[in-house]
């Protein structure tokens, strides 16, 4: 299954889980696909390492 199969596949299975989608393909469409398909945050893997880091914390930290 693709990496957007499994996203919605978890999503709906478990829909408390909060997901970071990580991908080399920052494309706009992409980013907006994937916060669509349940995803809490979406990192680049051309942003700095930290950038995902920031991420988990953001997300971890967050109510919804």
Known sequence: A???GELRR???EC???KTVFYS???S???VIEAMGA???AFVSKSEEPEAILRAIRKVV???E
């Open 15 to 17: 829909p408390g889980v």
């Open 61 to 63: 930290t967050s109510d």
């Open 38 to 40: 349940g995803a809490k």
């Open 10 to 12: 978890l999503t709906a």
């Open 2 to 4: 693709s990496p957007m």
């Open 28 to 30: 706009p469409e992409l």
């Open 24 to 26: 080399g393909n920052n």
